[in-house]
């Protein structure tokens, strides 16, 4: 969806580095219209981001997610700069959902327009195959996920975190700060 003609409309863009500049709360409370105030913390999430929540823990992951999302949709994971292809949601999780477990999302703040929403929350899984090397190791993640939004549904979400703290957590690079060894010439 193309922001309309003289609208207010904020692209990802812009959001992304309203929120790299300052804190998430503080970049979306600054974006929120009149009349659509950033969430405080404690307050409830918006419904639409409560439903994405629940979905993504449920047992039927990759359904139960890609049924919140637009016949079109896009799906995107930037760090992989990988994205789903002709609204194939379901098939862009799919593989992601057989290849972890023990997926928890716990959201540290959260708002929504009528035409975005943001969510900033921690996601911990358990490697079952998803990342070679990881099998059977957990890992914790920040993550902030910008979702446009097309009624009650979601038209487009791209996820943003950083894969070298999964990387290190897995024991596949070394833990941030750990000395690297360096020839002596």
Known sequence: MEPRQGSAAFSRRAVVAGAAKVSMAGALAAL?????????QGTAMPNIIQQWVTAYQSTDLATQVAALYTPDAVYEDVPTNTRSQGGDVHGFLAAFAKGVSDVKLTPMDA???SEW???????????????????????????????????????RSSD?????????????????GTPVATPVS
């Open 160 to 176: 943003y975190y950083d894969s070298a703290t999964i990387a290190s957590q897995l024991g596949l690079v070394p833990a941030s």
């Open 32 to 40: 929120a219209r009149p009349g659509e105030a950033a969430l405080a």
């Open 111 to 113: 708002f929504s327009t």
């Open 117 to 155: 929403a943001a969510l900033e929350y921690t996601f911990s899984a358990t490697d079952r195959g998803l990342i070679p090397g990881g099998e059977g190791k957990s890992f914790s993640v920040r993550i902030a996920t910008i979702f446009q939004l097309q009624g009650d549904k979601i038209a």
